[in-house]
């Protein structure tokens, strides 16, 4: 493990799989090459939460205004999300996955945020089976025996990130 990093989180079942060396070591890339700006960023977002308490309100940046007046667009959504008049969204938990992503739902929203209690063993669970959904390895049995797999054609997926 890099020198940098410290887990202080319990131990769970996918705890290796999902903080694997190379992903520590990416994160202590990340905080030694982006760590100053991120505090910095915190600093201001405070700085400026107390701007808001003040009765200082939003209003664009000066140097944005030459792209704000600019004709311009985006690239169209890829195919798979083009049609998302069917969309489910739910918990990152290995039934819950499946379940959605048989649903019939054009797109599946797996969901990090409102839905996940965001206890450590929920969020490093949840990343474990993101990464087996999308190998298409995700499986679960029920205490009573029953069997959970994908389907053939399972729902586009998107992750809500914490």
């Given at each position: 493990m890099p020198n940098e990093i410290r887990i202080a989180g319990p131990e769970t079942a996918s705890r290796d799989r999902v903080l694997t060396r190379e992903a520590l070591a990416f994160v202590a890339e990340l905080q030694g090459s982006l760590g100053a700006a991120r505090d910095d960023l915190l600093y201001r977002r405070a700085q400026r939460q107390q701007d808001f308490a003040r009765g200082i309100g939003l209003d664009f940046l000066d140097h944005t205004k030459s792209i704000r007046l600019?004709?311009?667009?985006?690239?169209?959504?890829?195919?798979?999300?083009?049609?998302?008049?069917?969309?489910?969204?739910?918990?990152?938990?290995?039934?819950?996955?499946?379940?959605?992503?048989?649903?019939?739902?054009?797109?599946?929203?797996?969901?990090?945020?409102?839905?996940?209690?965001?206890?450590?063993?929920?969020?490093?669970?949840?990343?474990?089976?993101?990464?087996?959904?999308?190998?298409?390895?995700?499986?679960?049995?029920?205490?009573?025996?029953k069997e959970y797999r994908l389907n053939e054609r399972t729902a586009t997926l998107r992750v809500r990130p914490r």
């Open positions: 600019t004709d311009w667009t985006v690239a169209p959504a890829p195919l798979d999300l083009q049609d998302r008049r069917v969309e489910i969204t739910g918990p990152v938990e290995r039934k819950m996955m499946i379940n959605a992503h048989n649903s019939g739902a054009n797109v599946f929203m797996a969901d990090f945020e409102d839905s996940l209690s965001p206890t450590w063993a929920n969020v490093v669970e949840g990343q474990a089976n993101l990464m087996d959904a999308v190998r298409r390895q995700i499986a679960y049995r029920s205490p009573e025996g």
